[in-house]
């Protein structure tokens, strides 16, 4: 099956980011060929979620969805590297600090995300971690809107908005850095709707 342009342009930047099977963490080793597979799989469970059109995209724009969706790649690799044990949630290295599930290392801990979700459901569906990532994202920039925008995430990357965070900074940065997307959200939401069988 061949990959739609959205997904293609979201794995080309994954791959630039975190060239796959480079990794020598024991439970994150995989080839290249293997590393490149996973990330065509994490990058559509990505546009699952940045293109639903029933959920609002972070940022407003003809291309607010593919910046939104440019964000979520950037806090995946800077939370995980899109390493195989953290996304697969194998081995002891893959939480973070304990607490942290998914590519996006979101703080569940043995609890529930507030879509109901546990560690082991972020883990088995990368969509949920998306999901659950975009509501934190959505969360962080409204409770920090009144900072400079580079800081909207200190809410999800430090948990209190503080003007200068850098590791909000880093992951605003790299997203902004990322290419345009090749199409712009109406093309993209209407090729999306063409390709996806109806029942």
């Known amino acids: 099956m061949s990959m739609d342009a959205i997904t ?3 794995v080309s930047i994954m791959v630039s980011w975190a060239p796959p099977g480079r990794s020598h963490i024991r439970d994150a080793v995989e080839t290249p060929e293997e590393g490149r597979a996973r990330y065509e799989a994490i ?3 990505a546009a ?3 293109y639903d059109p029933e ?3 972070v940022f407003r724009g003809p291309r607010g969805r593919a910046t939104t969706m440019a964000l979520l790649l950037s806090i995946a690799k800077h939370e995980s590297g ?3 044990d953290v996304d697969l949630g194998k081995g002891p290295l893959s939480r973070g600090s304990g607490t ?5 290392q979101i703080r569940v801990g043995k609890g529930k995300t507030a879509e109901g979700w546990t560690h082991e459901d972020l883990v088995e569906d990368r969509e ?3 999901r659950s990532g975009h509501a934190l994202i959505k969360r962080s920039f409204g409770a920090c809107r009144n900072l400079p925008m580079l800081d909207w995430l200190g809410a999800y990357t430090r948990g209190r908005c503080v ?3 850098p590791a909000s900074q880093s992951r605003m940065k790299l997203a902004q850095r990322a290419p345009q997307a090749p199409l712009d959200d109406a093309a993209a939401l209407a090729a999306r709707a063409k390709a996806t069988p109806h029942p």
């Open 100 to 104: 942290d599930s998914c590519l996006l």
């Open 163 to 165: 003007q200068g965070e």
């Open 55 to 57: 959920l609002d995209p």
């Open 82 to 84: 899109f390493r195989r």
């Open 43 to 45: 990058a559509e469970a």
């Open 48 to 50: 699952r979620v940045a």
């Open 8 to 10: 293609a342009w979201a």
């Open 128 to 130: 949920k971690c998306f």
